[in-house]
Every structure is written in structure tokens, then in C-alpha cells.
């Protein structure tokens, strides 16, 4: 549960999703995008289909994108409904209402005057979350503030504000430092100059702070990020509101040709997308705004890019290896654990279980991504990769078949290697846990009521 830097993904995260007139129990099934698709103060809404035990397909409806906690945002729509206009105003002046009260340009002008303030009179509200300027004071009595906020502090804005945490609505766990340098160094080393950082506010800030430290740093970075505070530090070159779960931009076209533009630079050379989505989020809403962020890409005039991806690191856990795979085939699984400051379990140098289980996903070629040897990682000549210490060579999968950085043992009946703890059950005819319930059950699943499966490996949850 939990991971990334934006909006978790609501009924994009489809376990669980219900309501007053919502389709319950059942399985749910995300649809393609949907031109002219109703919207909900997170943009458009994503189209979903109902279907239940016994029927191959059901009701279609639209719900949000990025809150799958209708207590967050209650946006529901049967496809086929008829909406009447008055509603239908309602619901636009909805979602202006729970629009930012400020504009980006309105917050760069504020943050242009903010830095002009002496010391002292650099307040910070920590129950809005809002650099406050002289004369707004008077508002915010009631409220706790920071008083002389540096430059330092301006320059670092994702430990000045508060992370969002409510993991039903967001999932903002920032990249340690280990990590978060780590990336950076990788970027450098394979020569990209230009990071267009979705959803990676720590990775972006650390590249602003590296650029303007060091006059002969030539890397330079773009943010796409749902959480709008992020517009009070950053011009609109450097940041663009985004939701990356339905590929929306907040600023309209002109946000959306910014970053067109940092893009194509250069005939779009030199430049990788580095993205950290909310663990809840769902894979295939994912993989299709990303795909359209890598067709903007491909726009430049550079002959011969059809057949081209552009260069990509996804960070994601790795029990979501094959999903990945499955909308991006070119794809590999580093052996790299990415930890965070503020989640209690992702934390590198951990034994067993407890180790962080994110990865880097990327498009490039294994052999180029070097891992730190002195944290244990080495170079398997064979899979022309660097592995993890525990990522033994197994010489029957003739690969290095480790995920979760322990020793994998090879289950001869099963034909793969297995988890450690795993053991082959005869009931079930494959590899599991000693204290499992066998699949041979009664029971059948919540959602389907077909056996062999819990809910949360329902297909009908998963697959379009």
C-alpha cells in the first residue's frame, strides 16, 4: 500500500471501490479513455465497466480518477445517464469552487515578493500550507506558522510542507537521500541533461539545487506533480500541475506545450522520465498517460524514432513486475531497493521480508545500469545486469531469479525458482507458503465466486 508522490488512484485503484448508488460487489474493469468524458475537480474521469458472477459484461459508469474514497471526491456517473443541465451546472461551479484559490502565475508573483521579505517577516502557515506575505498575516492568526524561512528551506519545499498521507487519497512518501542521489549520479553517468520527473518532487528539487550550486551543471528538470502547492516555489517552466492517472493538465495547453517543449529539446535527445506513481494506483491508467507522455516525445522532426521508447526509469514495487511487463515488453527489473524517509516499512539495509520492495523499472539496457558495489550489489556475467548478494545465478532458469533480494531456491516440479519460505504443495500443485489454505477449496472468490484465487488477484479486477 502506499508509494509515489500523487493522488493514490482512486477507482483507478478498483478494489473496494463502492457507494450509495455505486455498482458494489463485483468486478470492475477499466475502459479506454473517453473523449469528452464528464470531469470532477481532478479533470476527467475514467471510464469503467461493471460485471457480475454469471454475466460477461455490465453497466458502464465514470468515476474519479485520483480519489477512490468517494468522503474525497464523490464523482459518480452511469454512462448511459442523462444528466439535466441544472445539475450539470452544479457540477461545473463544483469544480471551480475546489479549484486552488490562488493561479500559478498568482503564486510565482507572490513567491517573486516573498523572497524580497527580510528574514523576519518570512512566515509560513503550517495549517494551509502557504507561504504567507505581510499583509495576508491577519487571516492566519489562528493558525500555526514558521517565522524566518531561508533560502534553504524555499529551495527544499518537500520538507517544508507537510507530505500527504492519507493513504485513500494520497500516497506521498519522498525518496531518502540515498536513493534520491543515487538517481541522480545514474542520470548523470548515462549522460541525460534533461529529467522530466513525474511525480518525483525530491528528485526534481535536488537537480534545481545541483543547477544552482554548480554554473557548469547542465542537467535541468521539469515536474509534473497533482499536489498544486508545489506552483508556490516553482515558475511555470520548472512545474506543471498534473494527473497522471488520466494524463491530465491542470494548466491547459499551455502547460501541457511547456512540457512538449522541454521534451523536444534538442531533437529530444538527452532526456529520460523518471516516475515514483502511488502504489495503489492502477497499472493500465498508468501505463497509458505515460505512453502518451512518450508519444509526445516522439514528435520531434528526428527521423527513424518510431520503433524508439524514450529512455524511462518506474519505480514501483516488485510484485508488479508482470503487469509492467505487460503493457511495456521492453522493460527490466533492477535489483536496486528504493527507500523513503517517511514510510515505516520502505527503508533500505533491512534482512528478509523487511526489505525495501521497490524497484526501478527501465527501457535501457540492464548492462548500462550500474549498482553500488559497496552496498553488496555485483555484476552477474551471465545475466549482464548487476544483482543484489543474495541473487544467486540459478543454472536451470540459466538467470538470476531473485526478487526480493533473499537466496531463491528452484522447485524442480514447479520448474522456476521459488521464495525460500515456500515449500511445493501437492493439493495445489505449485509452490506456497507451509501455512496456506490450499486452492482447493470451497470458498471462492468475493468478487468472482470462481475458486483458485483471493480477491486481490481477481482477474476481473485487473484485467481491461
Known amino acids: 500500500e502506499g508509494g509515489g508522490n500523487m493522488a493514490a488512484g482512486g477507482a483507478a485503484q478498483l478494489e473496494g471501490w463502492c457507494g450509495p448508488e455505486g455498482p458494489g460487489a463485483g468486478g470492475l474493469a477499466l475502459l479506454s479513455a473517453v473523449p469528452g468524458a464528464p470531469s470532477c475537480p481532478h479533470g476527467p474521469a475514467l471510464l469503467f465497466v461493471k460485471t457480475n458472477q454469471g454475466e460477461e459484461e455490465g453497466r458502464r459508469f465514470y468515476a474519479c480518477s485520483a480519489c477512490r474514497d468517494r468522503k474525497d471526491c464523490n464523482f459518480f456517473q452511469w454512462e448511459d445517464e442523462k444528466v439535466s443541465e441544472t445539475r450539470l451546472a452544479a457540477r461545473e461551479e463544483y469544480n471551480r469552487n475546489h479549484q486552488p484559490s490562488f493561479t500559478h502565475r498568482h503564486n510565482v508573483e507572490r513567491y517573486k515578493n516573498f523572497v524580497l521579505l527580510p528574514l523576519s517577516k518570512r512566515r509560513f502557515c503550517q495549517e494551509c500550507q502557504q507561504l504567507l506575505l505581510p499583509a495576508e498575516w491577519e487571516k492566519h492568526l489562528d ?9 534553504a528551506q524555499l529551495k527544499s519545499p518537500s520538507q517544508l510542507l507537510y507530505p500527504l498521507e492519507n493513504k485513500k487519497t494520497n500516497a506521498q512518501f519522498l525518496f531518502a537521500d540515498r536513493s534520491c542521489q543515487f538517481l541522480l549520479d545514474l542520470i548523470i553517468d548515462l549522460g541525460f541533461r534533461r529529467v522530466l520527473s513525474v511525480g518525483t518532487p525530491r528528485l526534481h528539487e535536488m537537480i534545481q539545487s545541483k543547477t544552482s550550486q554548480e554554473e557548469n551543471s547542465r542537467v535541468r528538470s521539469l515536474l509534473l506533480d497533482i499536489d498544486f502547492r508545489y506552483s508556490q516555489f516553482y515558475t511555470e517552466d520548472e512545474f506543471c500541475h498534473y494527473n497522471m492517472f488520466n494524463h491530465y493538465f491542470f494548466g491547459g495547453e499551455a502547460a501541457r506545450e511547456t512540457c512538449r517543449k522541454f521534451l523536444c529539446q534538442d531533437s529530444g535527445q538527452k532526456v529520460v522520465m523518471v516516475t515514483d506513481p502511488p502504489f495503489g494506483g492502477l497499472v493500465e491508467a498508468l501505463a497509458s498517460s505515460f505512453k502518451k507522455l512518450m508519444a509526445m516525445w516522439k514528435e520531434t522532426e528526428k527521423e527513424g524514432r518510431n520503433n524508439e521508447e524514450m529512455p524511462m526509469f518506474w519505480i514501483f514495487p516488485y510484485f508488479f513486475e508482470s503487469r509492467i511487463l505487460e503493457f511495456f515488453p521492453s522493460f527490466t527489473m533492477m535489483d536496486y531497493q528504493v527507500d523513503y524517509d517517511n514510510h515505516a516499512l520502505y527503508k533500505h539495509g533491512k534482512t528478509g521480508r523487511r526489505q525495501s520492495p521497490v524497484r526501478i523499472f527501465t527501457n535501457l539496457p540492464p548492462s548500462m545500469i550500474v549498482l ?12 549482464q545486469r548487476y544483482v543484489s548478494s543474495g541473487n544467486q545465478h540459478c543454472e536451470i532458469c540459466d538467470s538470476c531469479t531473485s526478487k526480493d533480494g533473499r537466496r531463491w ?8 525458482c521459488v521464495k525460500p519460505s515456500w515449500f511445493h504443495c501437492n493439493s495445489c500443485n505449485c509452490c506456497a507458503l507451509p501455512n496456506h489454505t490450499c486452492e482447493k477449496t470451497d470458498a471462492g472468490c468475493f468478487v468472482c465466486g470462481k475458486a483458485g ?4 488477484a481477481c482477474p476481473s479486477l485487473s484485467h481491461t
Open 143 to 151: 493558525h500555526q506558522f514558521l517565522c524566518g524561512i531561508s533560502t
Open 372 to 383: 553500488p558495489v559497496e552496498e553488496g550489489y555485483r555484476f552477474c556475467p551471465i545475466c
Open 409 to 416: 531456491k528452484h522447485c524442480v516440479l514447479c520448474k522456476k
Open 453 to 456: 484465487h483471493k480477491r486481490s
